[in-house]
Structure formats: C-alpha cells, structure tokens
C-alpha cells in the first residue's frame, strides 16, 4: 500500500490543510472522484474515520459502466485480475429448476456487461492509484465531526481516534461518506423512502465448496437464499432471515452450519471468511447539491443489492461528479454546472432503486400472493420469445438518459397520464414497481401509454455513447475512449468535423480541451490526406460506429469527458453546437482581465476576446457568461 499518501505524519496535527475539494469517505466513491481529480491535476483531500479502507467483503457485482470509469482513471488493467466476466444471474425454484436467467452477451460499452469483483480488491485497486498523484492526500483516522460553508468554501472539522482535531479548508466538498451519512444528516437533506423489514446474513467463504460458475438465486420459498461464484475461489451466500428470527440466533454457529448444510454437505468443512448481516433500504437523497457541498453514492442513495447497482450507482456518480467539479475549480467553468449533477443523477438512482426492488419482489416475494404472481408472470414471458429476450438480454436495465443538464435537447414539457398516476399510487405494491419499471423506457409501448410520446425518445442525446475497438493511425486496435482520453470530443463519421469552424468555436474547443476525431471505414485509415492537422483519425474496425451513425440522419457527435452524448449535428452545424455546448457549461473565457486566474488560461481564448470574437463576459461563478454566448450566436 502506498504510504506516501498520508500526509497525516508531515502535517502539524493542528495546521489547516487547504485544498481545492475535501472528499469525506474512503469508500470506492471517494477513491475514485480522488483518482478522477487526481488525473485532472485538482488538489483533493480524502479524509477517513477508519484507520484504512474497508476490507470486509461486500458488493460483488460490476457493471461495464463501472468498468469504463475504471478504465477512465487507469485502473482497468490493474482490476480486470480481481473480476469473472459474462457473470450470468439464474433463477431457479426450490427443486433447482432454472426458470429465468438473466446472461446478456453484448458489450456496447467495451466490457462484459455483468462482472464479479470482490470489492475490497477493487477498492484497494483505487487506493493504490491515488499513489500517482502528490496533490491528492488521504487523511486516514480522521472522522469529519463538524462542517462549515460560506461564499468562497467549505471549512471541515475532523478528529482522530486520540481526539486530536485538524481543520481542512476546500473550495468544495463532497460527502461519499456512506449511508448513513453524517454529511448529508447534517445538511438535513431528507432522505426518502423505505427500509425493507426482511434482513439478509451474508456469509463469504474461501476454497469454494461448490465451484459452479455464476449467481444462482434460489426462490425457495421457505428461505430464498443466493449462491455466487467469485473470483479467486471464494464464494458469497446469502439467506433471507425469516420474520421472527433474530440475527442473534441465526449467527450461532450451530444455526450457521444448518444454514450452510442447505448447500453444502459438510458445514464444518468450509472455509469460511466472514459473516454480515445486511439490511435492505431503499432510500433516495431528494438532493445532491446543497452549495458547496455535493452528496455521492451511497450518501445519496441505498437500495437492496439484488441487481449490485450500488456500487456501480455510486461509481456513476463518481464520473459524472468527476469532470464537472474539476472543470469547476480550475476556473473554466461556473459554478451554475454542479446544478446538473443533480438533474441528471438523481432520476437514474431512482430508477436504480425501482430495479433492485423489482428485482427483490421476483427473487423473494413477502407474500404468498406474490410467489403466485411470479410463477404466473415467469411461466407466461417464457412463452414469449420476445418478452424472454427482454429479461435474458437484461433490456430491462435503465441506462442513464438525462434529458436535461448538459445536453443538448430542446426542452418539451409532457403531462403525465391518468396511468402515470396510477402507478405512482401503485409503486408500493410488487406488480406496481413492476410495471413501473418496465414503462420507465419512454421508446417502449407501455412506456409511451403511460407516460405519452417523448419527441426525444430514440435521440442518442444524454445516453452513454458506444465504445468499439478502433484501430489507431499507428495500427494498434483499442478500445475507442483510450482514443479519446478524459476529454471532450467531437467525432465525425466519414469527413472532418472541422471544416468550416468558426474562430470561436475553436476557441472555445481550445479552451475546453476537446479533442477532434474523424472516423473513416477501416479500409481508409491509410489514406492521410483528408486528415487535417490536429484531428484524430481512426478505423471503424468492426463497422459498429458506422451502424451507430446509421441510426441517426445526424453525422458529428458531441462526446462528454464521461462518454455521454451531449449532442449530434451535422457537418455545418458543429460551431453552433459547440457554442451551445458552452453555454450550458456555464464555460468561462478567459479575457486578459483574468486570463492568469485560469490555471493554464489559453492566450489564444484572450486573444479571441480582443477580436471581439469571443463575447462571454468574464464574471468568475457567474451563469450569464455562457448565456451571452447563446444570445451571441443567435444574434450573429
Ligand atoms: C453486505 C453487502 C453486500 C453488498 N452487495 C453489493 C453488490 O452486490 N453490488 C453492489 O453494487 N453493491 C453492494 N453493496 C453496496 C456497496 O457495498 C455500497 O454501495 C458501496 O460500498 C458504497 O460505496 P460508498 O463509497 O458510497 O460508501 P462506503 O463504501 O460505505 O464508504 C463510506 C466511507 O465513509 C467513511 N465515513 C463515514 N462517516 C465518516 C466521517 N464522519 N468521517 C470520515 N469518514 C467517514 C466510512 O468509514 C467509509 O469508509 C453491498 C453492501 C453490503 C454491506
């Protein structure tokens, strides 16, 4: 483990440590906004109550989401020998018959779609990539006791095990401190819905005394109880505790062992790690912004781990955090952009948690009723190959869509429908959460009943964009986002989306940092001389960006350093686009007033601004600048 990142032994125990963000929590959220910020060259503190990251086992379950902002900081390759991909989750009832199984076989976005991981192997993974960077400081056995916030920051509190207390001053501050989180109690932010009154002992064990490949969700209905295969030999059980039953009892090792003598023949022959038993909440933050204070992950969100989306939630969070807040304190953008954190997290963690319900009331329904609707629902989608699919291929599964923050869609207000409202009242109930979830995609019939048509629904816009192998001018084939770094990007089918740019919208890409990607048929990467200077070529080597492109009649699209689609458009309308962009970036221009306030300000922006080109006025934190940019361009 790295020991250069405590700065506990170099600080004075009582000196002010300044930083740009202070991150409250060491868990893999916190890891991994540090490593985020760490790569941008943003100054972070990481401050811990424990006296190092948590190493009992916990979520097993990774997403190819997750994996890509684990390839965004790094950290991929270093993780990948701690995961099982193609990690399929089966159904079956008490007498082992496989009645549903949910094993989707695509990889839209680089990876496998459903990985194993052990998470203190992944978090540990994230700890030792922040030894890569000397600005960012991690302050183990410190817990935050008291936080303070005001126009310019936020001034943080913190005492060790010895009661000796340090203060650190940082211009934000984001609580991953888990949850229960004291940052997000003490902001008296609410914390809505439900915890669910069943109880879960989990127990994890070495030299895997099953071995079968997988995650079995056995929906006995006298206890249901799950059996995954993990990496490196280790396998996790889980069993319902029964109303009545109590932790306690249930924990003695005599009662343990008839536990684990449902699976396995010889308890006190097994390897066994730990035990935990685990509570199922579903609970929801109603904001992730309060200032200068930004809640993630579990902080802002809980739910029942039946999907494993709450680890991978929390990661989203950390990417999409990521990039705003460091774009933020560097100056280049104004504060107004941390608003569409919240805009656009907040929905997908909700329909995040209506998942891992629905999810929960299929593998162990609380009533009898509802083992009957079940059997009666399963039994009839596998009748249908259409309906079987959608479960198998997991099209159940909400992607994030945001249909405001930073992208670029006109806003249309839609009214909801008696049946929307009938589902709201009805979301208590399993089939409610049910049908719920399933009319949650808008492109759907059922979602287009419920909640009428969405002119957006088929747009690509605020949807994560693919990520294809694509091979490089140099002739290495990788995957497309090491192609384009944590960055902006625009990348253009067939021709070169900077043909006829105007000076400022290339100042403004300058400014930003965005990249210029031209993408060709593989078969043309060898011919150079459509490739301007400063574009990044590349070959479509699987032709999927062609069949991307061929969805949409739109040819350019605008990338987000999180991979999201801000926007498309066509050839000519990219500097239009790329000012839009901007402005709802809340972008800051640098003048020659302020050029050498912006870390790295570019003097070809300043020099724009002299031409009268660039027209943002220069106010620090101020949402009007991007605006004028819009007027500017309307008006032009
Ligand atoms: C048994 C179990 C099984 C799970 N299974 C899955 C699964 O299969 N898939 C899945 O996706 N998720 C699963 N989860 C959930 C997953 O572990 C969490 O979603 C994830 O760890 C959340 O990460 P986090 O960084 O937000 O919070 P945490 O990991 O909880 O980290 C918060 C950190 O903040 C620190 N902290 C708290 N208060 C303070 C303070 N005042 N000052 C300083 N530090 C503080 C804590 O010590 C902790 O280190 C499971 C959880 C459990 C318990």
């Given at each position: 483990m790295p020991t250069a990142l405590d700065s506990t032994a170099s600080q004075a125990p009582n000196a002010t440590v300044a930083t740009d963000v202070a991150i409250i929590g060491a868990g893999p959220v916190g890891l991994m906004i540090a490593n985020y910020l760490g790569l941008q060259g943003v100054r972070a503190v990481l401050i811990e109550k424990l006296e190092k990251i948590i190493d009992y086992p916990r979520a097993i379950g990774l997403d190819d989401e997750a994996l890509r902002v684990f390839q965004a900081v790094g950290l991929a390759d270093a993780l990948l020998p701690h995961t099982t991909p193609d990690h399929w989750m089966r159904f079956v009832t008490s007498n082992g018959h496989c009645f549903a199984s949910i094993e989707p076989r695509t990889d839209e976005f680089g990876w496998s779609r459903r990985n194993a991981f052990i998470q203190p192997l992944a978090d540990r993974v994230l700890y030792e990539g922040l030894a890569r960077f000397a600005h960012v400081e991690v302050l183990f056995g410190h817990a935050v006791e008291s936080f303070t916030q005001d126009g310019s920051g936020v001034t943080i509190e913190t005492a060790d095990v010895n009661g000796a207390r340090r203060t650190v001053r940082a211009s934000y501050m984001v609580g991953a401190d888990g949850g229960n989180s004291f940052v997000r109690r003490t902001l008296d932010v609410p914390f809505e819905g439900r915890t669910k009154p069943n109880q879960w002992i989990v127990v994890d064990v070495r030299n895997d005394p099953i071995g079968s490949p997988h995650v079995y969700m056995h929906c006995d209905p006298r206890r249901p109880y799950v059996s995954a295969a993990l990496p490196h030999g280790i396998r996790r059980f889980e069993f319902m505790v029964m109303p009545g039953e109590t932790e306690e009892e249930l924990s003695k090792p005599e009662n343990l062992a008839a536990l684990i003598r449902k699976v396995v023949?010889?308890?006190?022959?097994v390897d066994y790690i730990r035990k935990r038993v685990y509570t199922h909440n579903a609970r929801l933050a109603s904001s992730f912004r309060v200032n200068r204070v930004l809640l993630a992950g579990d902080a802002a969100h809980i739910m029942p781990v039946w999907q494993g989306q709450g680890y991978n939630s929390g990661i989203r969070d950390a990417s999409n955090l990521g990039w705003k807040l460091s774009m933020v304190v560097k100056g280049l953008a104004g504060d107004a952009l941390l608003d569409s954190y919240t805009a656009e997290r907040r929905s997908h963690a909700r329909s995040m948690i209506h998942l891992s319900e629905v999810a929960g009331d299929i593998f162990a329904p609380t009533r009898r009723f509802g083992i009957k609707f079940r059997d009666a629902f399963v039994r009839t989608f596998n009748l249908f190959p259409a309906v079987k699919r959608y479960f198998v291929e997991m099209r159940f599964k909400p992607m994030p869509r945001y249909e405001s923050g930073v992208v670029l869609l006109a806003s249309t207000p839609r009214k909801h429908g008696w049946l929307a409202r009938v589902l709201e009242r009805s979301g208590h109930s399993a089939p409610g959460r049910l049908f719920g979830l399933m009319s949650e995609k808008r492109e759907s019939r059922l979602g287009r009943l419920v909640y009428g048509r969405d002119p957006h629904c088929h747009s690509p816009v605020g949807r994560m964009f693919i990520q294809p192998r694509v091979r490089t001018v140099g002739g290495e084939v990788v995957r497309l986002d090491d192609v384009l770094g944590n960055r902006f990007a625009i990348l253009g089918w067939g021709a070169d989306p900077t043909f006829g740019l105007s000076e400022q919208a290339r100042a403004i890409w300058e400014r930003l940092g965005g990249v210029f990607v031209l993408a060709k048929p593989d078969t043309q990467l060898v011919f150079h001389d459509d490739v301007p200077a400063g574009v990044i070529a590349i070959g479509d080597v699987n032709t999927r960006l062609k069949d991307w492109f061929t969805r949409i009649p739109q040819s350019v699209v605008l990338l987000r350093p999180d991979r999201f689609v801000a926007g498309v458009c066509s050839p000519q309308q990219v500097s239009q686009s790329i000012v839009e962009l901007a402005a709802k970036l809340h972008l800051e221009m640098a003048t020659r007033a302020n050029a050498g306030n912006a870390a790295g300000a570019a003097s070809h922006a300043a020099a724009a601004a002299d031409n009268g080109v660039v027209t943002f006025s220069t106010v620090a934190g101020n949402a009007r600048t991007a605006t004028a940019a819009t007027a500017a361009t309307a008006g032009a």
């Open positions: 023949a010889e308890p006190d022959k």
